[in-house]
């Protein structure tokens, strides 16, 4: 067993202190979440609204792999031993994330630049 040194201790405190600190902000986001203080209305829909309700691909495919990514992390917490570093993020969900915020600029950048398109004046 590990003797509790000055150092061992400040960096117990230090990580219980970060833990607590992420806890409490979890805490209070689900619960603004849960009463309606943060509007989540139209945060998966295509922006310029095209049609009601209409999803965009990219932002749901974006929102899946970050869940996907958090949660595969997570779950990794509870075997992490090493209180001076965070674990590894796998670098298949790093590239996974990577391309998935690609996928959403590059959307996001057609949409722009067909808007713009299509709204430019014509010369007389």
């Given amino acids: 067993m590990q003797m509790l040194t000055q ?3 400040q960096q117990l405190v ?3 202190v970060a833990f607590g600190w992420i806890g409490a902000l979890t ?9 309606g203080d943060i ?4 945060v998966l829909e295509k922006k ?6 209409e999803l965009s691909p990219e932002r749901v495919q974006l929102m899946v792999i970050t869940i996907a990514a958090a949660a ?7 075997s992490w031993t090493d209180a001076t570093k965070l674990p590894e993020l796998d670098t298949a969900w790093l590239t996974a994330a990577s ?3 690609g ?9 722009v630049l067909k808007a713009w398109m299509d709204n430019r004046p014509t010369s007389p």
């Avoid at 805490?27 to 009463?35: D, E, G, K, S």
């Avoid at 310029?48 to 309700?53: Q, S």
């Avoid at 595969?72 to 509870?78: A, R």
Wanted: no cysteine.
């Fill in 27 to 35: 805490v209070v986001i689900t619960l603004a979440l849960l009463n």
């Fill in 103 to 111: 996928i959403y600029m590059i959307g996001k950048g057609l949409r």
């Fill in 48 to 53: 310029p609204l095209t049609r009601a309700g």
């Fill in 72 to 78: 595969t992390y997570l779950t990794k917490l509870p």
């Fill in 39 to 42: 509007n989540m209305r139209g």
């Fill in 99 to 101: 391309v998935s915020n």
């Fill in 7 to 9: 150092g061992n201790l």
């Fill in 14 to 16: 230090l990580t219980t």
